[in-house]
């Protein structure tokens, strides 16, 4: 069996067709909709494709307009919409069936010597990842053994994650709850040498938590859901070099969830506490 890290640096391994056109894999799968962070990880390959090597991502900024169908492939179309001394930007629409169903636009910068730095400390302290249980250990140790589709799901997952917060797995539990979550996760492979497939990785990776914390003081994370949830935008800003295939912890809140949507903001930190990436996300909610 592949291992899912490599299925994962598969799917972003995207086929030119054309200068500026790629098309991405989207995996059959039992999901109504393609994952999010698979279309926004493929769309800021295509656009890095275009892009001198020596100018690193530093921000992107995303919209989820149409639900993509799985096992459909979906083209990446690049606007080359500057290329400037320090930055270049570029805008991706994702296509799938003769529909947009993704926009993104992603700039590069130069690496240069900042005049000044500073980062404010991550808010608290959590247990280390070693020392946590993973999702699926967690399951199964409430439930005795994870349902069929969760087992298939854990098996073909690229990313190890672990809660650094105890889940709760009852609507009692969860009354009073404050609306944060922090995960630690990381690749369960290596992922190459690439700094552009880690960085597409983990654009992957921040999808997969983020609005959970919108979710905390409603219901239990783990179970049969009460709302039918989608993400709305996307948005990220990368501080720092780092390798998705190494432990980086994701601290998650949100401070608002008013009129079906939830807004979520995340910090991404490494080990040492340094901040890598920060992210935001706003995700609409439905009672189903």
């Known amino acids: 069996m592949t291992n899912p890290a490599e299925s994962l640096v598969s799917l972003l391994d995207l086929e030119r067709i054309e200068v500026d056109i790629f098309r991405g894999r989207s995996p059959e799968e039992s999901l109504q909709r393609v994952f999010g962070g698979q279309v926004a990880g493929q769309a800021l390959v295509a656009a890095g494709r275009t892009t001198e090597g020596d100018r690193p991502v530093h921000s992107l900024h995303a919209y989820f307009l149409r639900p993509g169908r799985p096992g459909v492939p979906i083209v990446y179309q690049v606007e080359r919409v500057r290329d400037g001394r320090s930055f270049t930007t570029r805008r991706v629409t994702a296509v799938q069936q003769g529909r947009t169903i993704f926009n993104l636009t992603a700039s590069f910068h130069q690496p240069e010597e900042g005049s000044f730095e500073h980062q404010q400390p991550p808010s608290r302290k959590v247990p280390g990842p070693e020392s946590l249980p993973t999702v699926a250990e967690e399951i199964r140790a409430h439930l005795g053994a994870l349902p069929d589709r969760l087992e298939r ?70 179970g049969q859901r009460g709302f039918d949830m989608a993400s709305l935008d996307h948005a990220m800003w990368f501080h720092r070099p780092f390798r998705a295939d190494e432990w980086f912890l994701y601290d998650q809140e949100s401070p608002i969830a008013i009129g079906g949507r939830g807004l979520a903001r995340g910090q991404i930190y490494d080990t040492q506490g340094r901040l890598l990436v920060s992210v935001v996300q706003e995700g609409l909610f439905r009672a189903q």
């Open 153 to 222: 799901m854990a098996r073909r997952q690229p990313f190890d994650i672990r809660y650094a917060d105890r889940l709760r797995w009852t609507p009692e539990e969860v009354k009073g709850a404050e609306p944060r979550s922090a995960v630690w996760m990381r690749a369960v492979g290596p992922l190459g040498d690439d700094p552009l497939v880690h960085t597409c990785a983990l654009t992957y990776a921040s999808d997969m938590t983020l609005l959970d914390a919108v979710r905390i003081p409603v219901e239990p994370l783990w």
